[in-house]
């Protein structure tokens, strides 16, 4: 079975410091990972996934994100937040031999302040 | 090019009416999922259709829930009757393949929120 769990469900972070949302999985086969942004009545926007390849992963608007196989974790950072990265943050495993199903975690609320 | 497109935005109505929500997704997109999201969590998958075929609906309540894609194009998620508890919203997602691995992504519409008063 797969799961995901957000540790945290809300993170306060002051505008140009450093964001760590983090997420730990659980999987019993080797597993994608993604991370997910959802604005206020936006879509879920996709902002970077692991597929098996390079283990730090690279996405959109400065966010990255580590996949750690010991740890079990895909942490998700940025080195200096801006008011705009203020939403909710989606991290999600999936499993091609389950016909790549979305398991998605809680969510965790990153607010920005000034 | 245009995004997954769902309608109406917001539907309030109330317990034991019958409700139904659309979705178009992204063209040439084959697979098509609905997802139920209550507030405060992740959304969870309810349906995935391959092209017309529904190949995962195990979570769907089939009690008062269905889904068609006749055409194997845009889709229709019924709920009837509403209950209280359906209050949440409704989110429609497409991906090119549904199951190959490198190009699964996922798309996701604005979503449907419904409220059952």
């Known amino acids: 079975a797969q799961s995901v769990t957000q540790l945290d469900s809300h993170v306060s972070v002051s505008e140009g410091t450093p964001v760590l949302l983090r997420c730990n999985y659980s999987?019993?086969?080797?597993?994608?990972l993604f991370w997910y942004v959802q604005h206020p009545n936006k879509g879920l926007q996709l902002l970077l996934k692991y597929t098996s390849a390079a283990t730090l992963v690279k996405g959109i608007n400065g966010f990255e994100a580590e996949f750690k196989k010991s740890e079990t974790s895909f942490h998700l950072t940025k080195p200096s937040a801006h008011m705009s990265d203020a939403a909710e943050y989606f991290c999600v495993v999936s499993n091609y031999n389950q016909g790549g199903k979305l398991i998605f975690g809680q969510g965790t609320e990153l607010s920005v302040k000034p | 090019e245009a995004g997954v497109v769902q309608s109406p935005r917001y539907k309030i109505i109330e317990k034991k009416q019958p409700v139904a929500f659309w979705c178009n997704p992204i063209?040439?997109?084959?697979?098509l999922y609905w997802y139920l999201q209550n507030l405060g969590q992740g959304p969870e998958l309810l349906i995935r259709y391959e092209n017309e075929e529904a190949v995962d609906d195990s979570q769907l309540p089939k009690d008062r829930f269905s889904a068609e894609r006749l055409k194997g194009v845009d889709s229709t998620l019924k709920i009837q009757p509403a209950e209280l508890g359906d209050s949440a919203v409704y989110l429609c997602?497409?991906?090119?393949?549904?199951?190959?691995?490198?190009?699964?992504?996922?798309?996701f519409g604005p979503g449907t929120r419904l409220t059952v008063l």
């Open positions: 063209s040439g997109h084959n697979t």
């Open positions: 997602a497409s991906s090119l393949h549904g199951t190959s691995f490198l190009s699964n992504e996922q798309f």
């Open positions: 999987s019993s086969y080797s597993p994608s």
